[in-house]
C-alpha cells in the first residue's frame, strides 16, 4: 500500500476530525496531494489539495474555511483537519498524490495514486 489513510469515525454535527494520510514512498514528498470524497450514490468530488512544499492549498467551496490540509515536516504525510462538520460532509475519505497539480484538483485526469479510504460518519 502507497497510501495509507486514518482518522475517520463518527462525529456529531458542529464537531471535528482529523484524517491522516501516509505515503510509503518517499517520491511522493515530492509530488501534489490531495484529499477527495465520495458519499453514498454521489460521484467522487474533490476536497482538498496542498503543493509538494505545502505552500499552495485548494479546497472546495464545500469545505473553505471548515477544513484545513496541511503536510507534515517529511512532506510525505498529509493531514485533513475537519471542524464545524455537518451531516452533508458523511462520505468515505480518499487521500490522493500526482505528479499534476490539474489532477489532483480534480480538474484533469484522476490522481494516479490513492488510499484506501477512510469513512467519515456525522450525525444530526
Known amino acids: 500500500v502507497q497510501l495509507q489513510a486514518s482518522g475517520g469515525g463518527l462525529a456529531q454535527a458542529g464537531g471535528s476530525l482529523r484524517l491522516s494520510c501516509a505515503a510509503s514512498r518517499v517520491t511522493f514528498s515530492n509530488y501534489p496531494m490531495g484529499w477527495f470524497r465520495q458519499a453514498p450514490g454521489k460521484e467522487r468530488e474533490f476536497v482538498a489539495a496542498i503543493s509538494w512544499s505545502g505552500g499552495v492549498t485548494s479546497y472546495a467551496d464545500s469545505v473553505k474555511g471548515r477544513f484545513t490540509i496541511s503536510r507534515g515536516s517529511a512532506k510525505n504525510t498529509i493531514y485533513l483537519q475537519m471542524n464545524s462538520l455537518k451531516p452533508e460532509d458523511t462520505a468515505v475519505y480518499y487521500c490522493?498524490?500526482?505528479?499534476?497539480?490539474?489532477?489532483?484538483?480534480?480538474?484533469?485526469?484522476?490522481?494516479?495514486?490513492w488510499g484506501q479510504g477512510t469513512q467519515v460518519t456525522v450525525s444530526s
Open positions: 490522493a498524490a500526482s505528479q499534476f497539480w490539474q489532477d489532483i484538483l480534480g480538474r484533469g485526469r484522476l490522481p494516479n495514486y
